[in-house]
């Protein structure tokens, strides 16, 4: 079991930056490939990135590519997403989630791989 809260959301302008930040409780942080998804109002949730329990591969959604980073801290068991050039269509709930994977070096991209999710936190971008 793992445990996952979020923080980093709120209000920004088109242009500029945020940084989401996810906690992990537990001492097995390193077990699960960890991903970022988001939900905007009326629509499905949707996958923005997503890293390997290494930290070794990174994946990510073509409309956040070349400008979210994704990365981890497995000492610290936080993963993160840096979010630069913010657009008005970024404006979302973004769910931090966990991933049971053996493999070191993947991680899934698809919502129903995830096994343990965050509570969420809002980003909204102003035009």
């Known amino acids: 079991q793992v445990q996952l809260v979020e923080s980093g959301g709120g209000l920004v302008q088109a242009g500029g930056s945020l940084r989401l930040s996810c906690a992990a409780s537990?001492?097995?942080?390193?077990?699960?490939?960890m991903g970022w998804f988001r939900q905007a109002p009326g629509k499905e949730r949707e996958f923005v990135a997503a890293?390997?329990?290494?930290?070794?591969?990174?994946y990510y959604a073509d409309s956040v590519k070349g400008r979210f980073t994704i990365s981890r801290d497995n000492a610290k068991n936080t993963v993160y997403l840096q979010m630069n050039s913010l657009k008005s269509e970024d404006t979302a709930v973004y769910y931090c989630?966990?991933?049971?994977?053996?493999?070191?070096?993947?991680?899934?991209?698809?919502?129903?791989?995830?096994?343990?999710w965050g509570q969420g936190t809002q980003v909204t971008v102003s035009s």
């Open positions: 890293i390997s329990r290494s930290g070794g591969r990174t």
């Open positions: 537990g001492r097995t942080f390193s077990s699960y490939a």
């Open positions: 989630a966990a991933a049971t994977i053996a493999t070191m070096n993947v991680a899934p991209v698809g919502v129903y791989n995830y096994n343990y």
